[in-house]
């Protein structure tokens, strides 16, 4: 059991006062903080406090004693890597909109890419690894999302809905066929479009998009994001991709999964995500970064309907689990009355991180660790169960990522 030092990544679309606020820090920092990690990704890995003060980085800790650390279970499926990597998120304006491979597509990516000699570091690379990137995203404040491709029948209303002359023909190519293949073919030509068209179409359907916010049309959200994304990103295909996804506003506690295929880009708030230890990412647009649609199409999952909104699933008093399939991760979350406890143990290693109150860390042979909002501690696998205990006058909550089990997803 030992206290975790985490980097903080800044990015254009972070916030200057959420992440800062959770570590205690000056408010507003001097700039956008948009990602706090905690894990042993290799581009910036946690640093473990030893009890004598001195820091190691979380890296070394595991090629030093990965079954130590690990578990001999994640040591034969992983090596030495830790499958997981546990952030905090916070969002301030839209990030691209994007999907991630499967394991099967990622590992075939790759491979294709270093056989090319493609530099890892090239503009035009879109897989740095071999490694699926599945994600889950718990809300810490009010989360708005996009993601997945929402029913084709309501996107064909709200297409309707809109007095955009230019667009009925791209409208009724779903309309003629509502199905998972009429999205494949709708998708595919509104991302495709040359620039002179997409310039010419995009006003139209945002000045359409003003109108049906004036009227309180049933769209209204949806038509504000689209709006709020074509200001923020002229020109860009994905303000029109954005019409056909599921538009989400998540309230503290609840969470979605996003496993291979599923097309997503988070807008603006703060939350708890948990992904494997991946850098693969498909970028469909809302970025000036690079777009390879053939390869978005090859990992792209056109399946529709409402996206399953987690609230984790009760398993003790106090410990609430969020089920995926996928098998790098597994998010809990504990929430402790003043004075409750909660005994926590898992055989592979473990990450906490307090996200309100405080608590007090009890080992079963005597180590004892305070955490305030914002800590984070290491947990090896070879460490005994810890009693985790809300310290303070005031409620307490903390995250938990261990390694997957893989089991069914539920909402």
């Not at 004598?52 to 030093?64: I, P, T």
């Not at 889950?136 to 996107?155: K, Q, V």
């Not at 305030?372 to 947990?379: D, I, P, T, Y």
């Amino acid at each position: 059991m030992e206290l975790l030092h985490n980097a903080v990544r800044s990015y254009a679309w972070g916030s200057r006062t959420a992440i800062a606020e959770l570590l205690g820090k000056e408010v507003p920092a001097p700039h956008p903080q948009a990602e706090l990690w905690m894990g042993a990704h290799p581009g910036d890995p946690s640093r473990v406090v030893g009890p004598d003060g001195r820091e190691r980085s979380l890296l070394d800790v595991l090629v030093a004693d990965p079954a130590g650390q690990l578990g001999a279970a994640a040591v034969q499926r992983w090596g030495n890597r830790l499958p997981f990597l546990l952030k905090v998120l916070a969002a301030e304006e839209a990030l691209s909109l994007q999907a991630h491979p499967s394991a099967q597509q990622a590992a075939e990516g790759f491979a294709a890419e270093e056989a090319a000699g493609v530099p890892l570091d090239a503009r035009t690379r879109n897989y740095k690894d071999a490694s699926p990137k599945p994600e889950l995203l718990c809300a810490l404040t009010e989360f708005h999302a996009l993601a997945g491709f929402r029913d084709p029948r309501r996107t064909v209303a709200l297409l309707q809905s809109l007095e955009a002359p230019d667009f009925a023909p791209y409208t009724g190519l779903l309309a003629a066929q509502p199905d998972s293949a009429g999205l494949r073919a709708l998708f595919t030509t509104l991302i495709t479009l040359p620039q002179q068209a997409l310039d010419a179409l995009l006003p139209q359907v945002l000045d359409a998009c003003v109108l049906h916010v004036k009227d309180h049309g049933e769209f209204d959200l949806e038509c504000r994001t689209v709006l709020e994304l074509g200001e923020a990103y002229p020109g860009d295909a994905g303000v029109l991709a954005a019409l056909l996804l599921n538009r989400l506003v998540l309230q503290p506690g609840e969470a979605i999964y996003l496993p291979a295929g599923n097309l997503h880009a988070y807008l603006r708030g703060t939350g708890v995500e948990i992904l494997a230890n991946s850098d693969n990412v498909l970028r469909c647009g809302l970025t000036p970064k690079h777009v390879d649609v053939p390869e978005l199409m090859r990992v792209l999952d056109f399946s529709s309907g409402d996206m399953p909104v987690l609230r984790g699933e009760e398993v003790a008093p106090g410990l609430a689990v969020y089920p995926t399939d996928a098998r790098e991760f597994e998010l809990s979350r504990i929430d402790l009355a003043p004075g409750a406890e909660v005994r926590v143990e898992h055989d592979g290693p473990q990450i906490l991180l307090c996200t309100h109150g405080e608590v007090r860390l009890t080992g079963e042979l005597g180590d004892r660790l305070d955490l305030g909002r914002g800590g984070s501690v290491w947990l090896a696998a070879t460490d005994p169960a810890v009693v985790v205990t809300a310290a303070g006058d005031t409620p307490a909550q903390l995250f938990r990522a261990t390694a997957g089990t893989g089991g069914p997803v539920s909402a």
